[in-house]
């Protein structure tokens, strides 16, 4: 980047000394004496209030973001009321957690496990686990499974 020759504000020639010069800021010695150090950092805070003004202007003009709907199926066993932390909390810790947990593996335990099953580039059935069966993992959506729907099953 070119240093300037001339001062910005009286048009003085500016003589460079040493290195330090052509770094140095584009007003003459009596102009910076007179400006002060603000005049050095003039530009730069004007870029600095205008980056400001905008973020302002911006985040002032911003829609408001969309409410929040949560959709739920019909048969959802979830009740439509509004829930009270404090008594779901209280519940919670008056509950036996231990019953509530061997409740919960047992139901876990039960549950029925099923692959894929269909051929893949190898030549075997994939053993992606889905959700029912007769369903196929996101990479072989649309095929055919090799194996009958009773070997497709995992029971733990």
Known sequence: MRAANFC????ERLSRKG???RFGSSLCDHC????GTFA??????????????????????????PPLIIQ??????????????????RAFKEGNTSARAANF???????VIYICGART???????????APGERCFQHKGMTAMLPLEKLAIKP
């Open 40 to 65: 050095s950092f003039r530009s730069l805070v004007a870029i600095v209030l205008a980056v400001v003004a905008a973020f302002a202007v911006g985040r002032y003009m911003r829609p408001p973001p």
């Open 105 to 111: 593996a047992v139901s876990a335990a039960d549950d």
């Open 19 to 21: 290195w330090r010069g």
């Open 121 to 131: 580039k190898k030549g075997t059935p994939c053993r992606r686990r889905v959700h």
């Open 32 to 35: 910076a004496q007179r400006l």
């Open 8 to 11: 910005v504000e009286c048009g």
């Open 72 to 89: 739920r199926a019909a048969n959802s066993p979830l009740s439509d009321a509004p829930v009270d932390p404090k008594q779901t909390w």
